[in-house]
């Protein structure tokens, strides 16, 4: 999910390929390493920290959090920007893991709130700091073509598919991990119908738009994670995943555009869309289960303490982070060059049908002018 899902759904740039692939590899080589590290000072015994399976998959999850947030800021970092952002990102992410976990006892086993809701709005955070006027418009790079939006649904397809370990990754082995395994995947299947219908609904002439496809129909995962290894039954989880599409599919069609025009937040992913507000919709979840009892040693108030201290800590702790991403050193690319793999990447010459132009004379016979 890491390497490949996130990796590959960041392709749908044109001419931004290589970097969102390359630069996914690098963080997460980084985070994965930093997140052992950091993680590990909360658990120390006898001043050693200890290296196991749920050590190993928590830093895969540490690394998680970078890669939201460095789709909120895509095309328009160095690589040496989103190094420093892992490090700091991964630092505060440890700092309120420790906090939602060990101090609140909060529930979060699939993290709607630590990872995604966090990851998410530090994204944005960043994203508001860097705010690049000349950008406002738009840029001609900052679109899709036919095949790049072919590879981003491959890393769709990953994530998709591996959601339902990634819930249950960390839940109690047994029951717990199974009913974890079992929400996912309805909370999924019910997000991708509602996210095909609405897309239709709000595209004109009832087209569906491939960019919700990619983005919405993973909601469902993010929604249901605090609440995967509960008693919500089968119908709980999808009612989750089919509110989760539905707001994914609004918020990339309506206020993805208004944070870029009003608030003037920038989000190249729409990560706001697909972790955010299911981030957020995931955290309200678990404080209802609480309130109807749905599993007796969930505290309402320490779910919503949790999900209130994530997003403030993120909001936060990413403007500190923007505002150290923007000393001139650390490689900032021009407007001009923004959604280009070329200003950091040994990039392949154009296509030779892109190069020439091609005549067919009276006898059919073909001829290239370069």
Known sequence: MIFVGFGFLMTFLKKYGFSSIGNTFLIAALGLQWGILLQGFWHMTSNKIHINIKSMINADFSTATVLISFGAVLGKTSPVQMLIMAILEITLFACNEHLVVTILKATDTGASMVIHAFGAYFGLAVARVLYRPSLKNGHENEGSSYHSDLFAMIGTLFLWLFWPSF???????????????????????????????????VEHRGKLDMVHIQNATLAGG???????????????????????????????????????????????????????????????????????????????????????????????????TGFILQLPFLGQPPDQNCYDDSVYWETPSEEMSQQCNIYQDDQGKLTVEA
């Open 167 to 201: 819930n249950s990754a960390i839940a109690e082995p047994g029951d717990a991990q199974q009913k974890a395994i079992i929400n996912t995947y309805f909370s999924l299947a019910a997000c991708t119908l509602t996210a095909f219908a609405t897309s239709i609904l």
């Open 222 to 320: 993010v929604a249901v994670g605090s609440c995967a290894d509960l008693d919500i039954l089968p119908f709980g989880a999808m009612l989750i995943g089919s509110i989760a599409g539905i707001i994914s599919v609004i918020g990339f069609k309506y206020l993805t555009p208004f944070f870029a025009s009003k608030l003037k937040i920038q989000d190249t992913c729409g990560v706001h869309n697909l972790h955010g507000l299911p981030g957020i919709l995931g955290g309200i979840a678990s404080v209802i289960a609480g309130a109807i009892q749905i599993d007796s040693h969930i505290s309402t108030g320490m779910q919503a303490a949790a999900l209130g201290c994530s997003l403030a800590i993120a909001l936060v702790g990413g403007a500190v």
